[in-house]
């Protein structure tokens, strides 16, 4: 499924948990999921309201540790506990986010990065609730129009920045944005990070099959325009239209297959669409790999830092290419008590290596066995 936005207002974590849970996604599987993370004293519902004479959604989070400061370690701590586990690679890749920032803002590291007003406990239930919510729903795509920013400036604890606030601005590299006179702050660093996390694409609406459209409302009100969300969500009539995209390589030959292994699942959990090593033959004949990640172009940037900063390498490359993704769905079936997602696409169906292996190990029966049966099940 396509998830399309266009935030005219801007957006939020909130907002966009609001928008999910109109279009659909099940309250009680976001619930679910946040659940899993062990956070205390938290509470999550949603609303029908009216924004200026729209029907919206209102995500309405409530959480009995009102403190918006702590370390961000304490925050990925939880999200990374999340089920199930596509749902916390999304969120933890939401939080790292905003903490590699705020890092590289203040000098520190992003596991030693003390979080001001996004530093609450319910940053947690945001960031899991929207990948739960994407997760439910199916969606393999996101697409947005220009992101509105706001103007003037945006308090907080260290003082007054400029809206967008400093860590946001970072947060935004390669997006797409356009100027308004709406004032103060119009997109948050939850909403940033969330959309980075999901690869967003900001690009106009691809040839799909609109299922449902809905709105997540925000709390402030403005008198230009509703603050809302606009969320839509369809099924793509083809192949999806050729999309740019950018792939990064270097060459390692000094460094371990854990670390490469380190380097391909970070660059996974921080949006890559892709990523895969191929072994070769450097300089001096020395056995080596080349790193491969592919990436939309507005990732590029943040993602080839990751990979200098994991392999020391003291370069990399770039190069633009073309991707055409077939549609996929994704459906779940049980052998013997044990849920198997499986991926769909036009001319084939494939049981997750993750959850078969995970009922494999639990049933004491061969991996192969398990997904024969898992697809006996779903063509039963």
């Not at 009102?66 to 999200?79: C, P, Y």
């Not at 007054?160 to 119009?186: F, I, K, W, Y």
């Not at 490469?260 to 892709?274: K, S």
Request: some cysteine; aromatic content about 2%.
């Amino acid at each position: 499924m396509i998830l399309w936005l266009n935030p005219v207002t801007g957006v939020s974590g909130d907002m966009l948990l609001g928008a999910l849970l109109g279009l659909g996604a099940p309250l009680d599987e976001v619930r679910a999921a946040v659940e899993s993370t062990g956070l205390p004293g938290w509470r999550l519902r949603a609303e029908r309201v009216q924004v200026d004479g729209i029907a919206a959604t209102r995500a309405v989070v409530e959480v009995e540790d009102t403190s918006t400061e702590r370390h961000a370690a304490e925050l990925l701590d939880r999200v990374r506990q999340a089920r199930p586990e596509p749902v916390a690679d999304l969120a933890a890749a939401a939080v790292r986010a905003i903490a590699e920032v705020e890092g590289a803002l203040h000098d520190r590291h992003p596991d030693e990065v003390h979080l001001h007003e996004i530093g609450g406990l319910d940053t947690v239930v945001d960031t899991v609730g929207v990948a739960a919510a994407l997760h439910a729903l199916g969606v393999t795509a996101v697409h947005s129009a220009p992101l509105a920013l706001g103007s003037g400036t945006v308090p907080c604890a260290p003082g007054v920045p400029p809206a967008p606030a400093p860590a946001t601005s970072r947060l935004l590299r390669g997006a797409a944005v356009v100027g308004t006179d709406l004032p103060g702050e119009t997109v948050t660093p939850t909403g940033a990070a969330l959309l980075a996390a999901a690869g967003t694409a900001y690009v106009p609406p691809p040839a799909m099959v609109v299922r449902e459209t809905a709105h997540g409302a925000g709390t402030r009100r403005f008198p230009q325009r509703p603050n809302v969300l606009s969320a839509t969500l369809g099924e793509p009539l083809t192949a999806e239209p050729a999309e740019p995209m950018v792939v990064l390589e270097c060459n390692v030959d000094d460094v371990t297959g854990e670390l490469l292994g380190h380097v391909l699942d970070r660059a996974l959990r921080a949006g890559a669409a892709d990523a895969w090593t191929t072994p070769s033959t450097t300089k001096k004949s020395r056995p080596a790999h080349v790193l491969h990640v592919l990436c939309h172009p507005h990732q590029e940037a943040r993602l080839a830092e990751l990979v200098l900063a994991e392999t020391g390498s003291l370069g990399v490359r770039s190069q633009p290419v073309t991707r055409r993704a077939l549609p996929r769905r994704t459906t779940t079936v049980t052998v013997e008590g044990h849920e198997i997602r499986i991926k769909h696409g036009p001319w084939h169906a494939k049981p997750e290596h993750d959850d078969v292996a995970a009922a494999a190990e639990a049933l004491g029966e061969p991996l192969r066995t398990v997904a024969a049966r898992a697809l006996r099940e779903l063509h039963s």
